[in-house]
Each structure stands twice: as structure tokens, then as C-alpha cells.
């Protein structure tokens, strides 16, 4: 893989047959994934280096990207995890205090082939029209028809089993800021930095395990609470995920499950999951916390959502359970909580911060889990 030249030409194709003619943005080459897009406009580097979007093909929806270059401190992960990237306006060159280096170099040092120039907007209302496909990226093969029949021979992400792919290999641990509280084990399925940051900065030492763990290595540590980190890939593909979720829940163990944990969680609870047609991305959702009544401007990042009944309680082999959070823009179910265990998820990102920091408390409400418990 080389780096990219200003004027080498590149094109992207759908699997409808949909393409676009651009720029080589990045690493020159050719790629594949599930094209989505993400409707941030700031977060840029978070999204990269975020492992929920492993396998995926990320399209910014804001017009300019990497205008304030990248640094050392916003990665979520250790690399950069998108299969590829679209973007119509590349920055010429980065203009921020906190930048070490610019995007377009990062993307091309770790190998991740993008396009710039196309038209983003077009992109966008056609893959919201038509739902989120597979695409192939390239700047070595310019041929669309020829680029379409492989991006038609790629895997689909429904089916597809990935949070094994983006685990920790083996257990470590994040440290509580000042005097430590409560202790937690969280299974990695993809989990970020700022989890365990903003638990740290509650009094909590977090424990981290690959997704692999065993009911038996999450309680070799004591667990005061056990946590299930957002991730990539299909739930219904995550077995043992979901039995461990179950076994931690007949232990009455306090719990807590973001985004793909969500849905781990959902399936754990006897509820089904499904794809969404082009799923919830990006930093302006509006939820309603039915518990409270009040709405939250959220960050998203998730292609599937748990088939739950809104409005009822349903009872399960874990007591009753209720909806506690929905979607406003499209009443997709965003959080469960356990009525008779002390289980709770959403399925959005109370780690990051959508503008203002309206889903914060989540973190406030697990602690809180743990303080009743005991």
C-alpha cells in the first residue's frame, strides 16, 4: 500500500451498481465493507478509531473533514478501524492547537484507502433511500463494472460475527482516578477509551476482558458490577456473549450493556434483534429516558436494534422488563432495564459527547446500581 498522490483518481461502487468518480483520499488501493454514513461534524478521529466501525465503509455527511488534523489524545482504540472512507472536502492542511499530524498522512500510514471529492449529499439520500450495502473503494481498478462484481462477492454484515476480531488478547486494567470505589469487569467487544475514563473518573477500577471471558474469569475479580462494551457485527451471531450476559444476571450481579452490549443484553433478556436499513450514526439523536421524561441529543453508532415491546412490561425468565429508552426520530428501542434484576443497557453512547454531555448520568445510574446492591 502506498500513500496517495493529490490527483490520483479513484471511484467508489455500490451493490445496486450506484458510482461515484473521485480522489484518492488516504492510502491508494482498494477496499471493501458496508457503506454507512455518519452524520458528525466534529469527531472525526473518534469515528476512525472507533471498533464498532470495523468492516464498514464510513461516508461524513459534514462536508469538510480534517480540518483540525489529528492528535495524540482523541484516539477510542490503538488503530484506525474503518475499512475505508468518503469524504467530499479533505482540509488542504490541519489548523488546530491540539493537532500532531494531518488526517489524510494518518490514513495513508495505516493503509486505510478512501475517496475524496465525490459528492457526499447524493451518496447519502441514496443509501438512506436504499439502505446501508456493500461497496468497494479503489484507485488501482477504475472500472465500476468490473469493481461491482467483487463488491457483490463480499460478506454481508448481516450474519456477520465480528467483536472476537476487535478484542483485547488478554485482560488489563484501568485504573480509578484518585481513591477507588468499586471494582468492574468489562467484557470487550469492541469497547472505547472514554468507558473506562468516564468510570474512572467516578471511583471505579475497571477490569477488562476479551470477549472470550468466562463467567469464571469475570468473577475471579471480584466484580462489584460487570459491564458489556459497544462493538461491530451482528448480535444474533454473539452466543456466547449473550449466555455469559445471562449467567451474570443469575447471579444478580449489577449490569450494564452499551450499544452492541444493548443488544447483547436484549437477546440475554429473550428478545430478538434486526438490522435497521441504514441504522443511527452520528452525534444528534433525540431520546426520550422514559424513566424521567426527558429528552437527550445523543451519539450513535449502530446498525441492528433490539425487537422489544414499547409501553409494556414483559416478563421474562429474569423477572420483568420494560423499554426505557426510545428513539425519537424513529421509535427504535435504545434502552431496556431489568424491573426485578439489577440490569439496565442503552443503545446509544453515554461515552461520548453529542454537543452537550445529556447522557452522562448513565454512568451516574450504574454507580448507583452497585451502591443499592450493595
Given at each position: 500500500?502506498?500513500?496517495?498522490?493529490?490527483?490520483?483518481?479513484?471511484?467508489?461502487?455500490?451493490?445496486?451498481?450506484?458510482?461515484?468518480?473521485?480522489?484518492?483520499?488516504?492510502?491508494?488501493g482498494e477496499t471493501f465493507g458496508e457503506a454507512v454514513f455518519t452524520t458528525g461534524m466534529t469527531g472525526y478521529q473518534e469515528t476512525l478509531t472507533d471498533p464498532s466501525f470495523h468492516r464498514q465503509v464510513v461516508v461524513q455527511t459534514a462536508p469538510q473533514i480534517g480540518n483540525?488534523?489529528?492528535?495524540?489524545?482523541?484516539d477510542e482504540s490503538d488503530?484506525?478501524?474503518?475499512?475505508?472512507?468518503?469524504?467530499?472536502d479533505p482540509a488542504r492542511r490541519p489548523s488546530n492547537w491540539r493537532a500532531t499530524g494531518d488526517l489524510g498522512e494518518?490514513?495513508?500510514?495505516?493503509?486505510v484507502v478512501g475517496i475524496s471529492g465525490i459528492d457526499t449529499r447524493a451518496l447519502t439520500r441514496h443509501l438512506r433511500d436504499r439502505g446501508a450495502m456493500r461497496v468497494g473503494i479503489s484507485s488501482l481498478d477504475l472500472d465500476p463494472a468490473a469493481l461491482a462484481e467483487r463488491v457483490r462477492s463480499q460478506p454481508q454484515m448481516l450474519g456477520a460475527d465480528l467483536s472476537a476480531q476487535v478484542s483485547t488478547g488478554e485482560r488489563y486494567i484501568a485504573k480509578a482516578d484518585g481513591e477507588h470505589r468499586y471494582t468492574v469487569a468489562a467484557l470487550d467487544l469492541g469497547i472505547k477509551r472514554n468507558v473506562a475514563r468516564r468510570l474512572a473518573a467516578r471511583g471505579v477500577t475497571t477490569h477488562v476482558f476479551p470477549a472470550s471471558a468466562s463467567i469464571e474469569e469475570l468473577l475471579s475479580v471480584s466484580p462489584d458490577a460487570v459491564f458489556f462494551s459497544p462493538g461491530p457485527g451482528d448480535p444474533a451471531t454473539a452466543d456466547g456473549p449473550v449466555a455469559l450476559a445471562q449467567e451474570v444476571m443469575r447471579r444478580r450481579?449489577?449490569?450494564?450493556?452499551i450499544c452492541f452490549g444493548s443488544q447483547i443484553l436484549g437477546r440475554a433478556l429473550g428478545f430478538g434483534t434486526y438490522k435497521l436499513g441504514y441504522g443511527?450514526?452520528?452525534?444528534?439523536?433525540?431520546?426520550?429516558?422514559?424513566?424521567?421524561?426527558?429528552?437527550?441529543?445523543?451519539?450513535?453508532?449502530?446498525?441492528?436494534?433490539?425487537?422489544?415491546?414499547?409501553?409494556?412490561?414483559?416478563?421474562t425468565e429474569f423477572g420483568g422488563v420494560e423499554v426505557s429508552h426510545v428513539c425519537l426520530?424513529?421509535?427504535?428501542?435504545?434502552?431496556?432495564?431489568?424491573?426485578?434484576?439489577?440490569?439496565f443497557t442503552v443503545q446509544y453512547h453515554?461515552?461520548?459527547?453529542?454537543?452537550?454531555?445529556?447522557?452522562?448520568?448513565?454512568?451516574?445510574r450504574f454507580v448507583e446500581l452497585v451502591e443499592k446492591k450493595g
Open positions: 500500500m502506498r500513500r496517495s498522490r493529490l490527483a490520483s483518481p479513484a471511484i467508489l461502487v455500490l451493490e445496486d451498481g450506484r458510482s461515484f468518480a473521485g480522489t484518492a483520499y488516504g492510502a491508494v483540525t488534523g489529528v492528535n495524540d489524545e482523541d488503530r484506525i478501524w474503518v475499512a475505508g472512507y468518503v469524504v467530499r494518518r490514513l495513508a500510514a495505516e493503509g450481579v449489577p449490569l450494564f450493556g443511527h450514526r452520528g452525534i444528534n439523536q433525540p431520546v426520550l429516558d422514559k424513566t424521567t421524561g426527558k429528552v437527550e441529543v445523543t451519539s450513535h453508532n449502530h446498525g441492528f436494534a433490539v425487537d422489544a415491546p414499547i409501553g409494556e412490561v414483559t416478563d426520530n424513529d421509535n427504535v428501542v435504545e434502552g431496556l432495564r431489568g424491573l426485578d434484576v439489577p440490569a453515554p461515552e461520548a459527547a453529542a454537543g452537550p454531555h445529556d447522557a452522562d448520568y448513565l454512568f451516574d
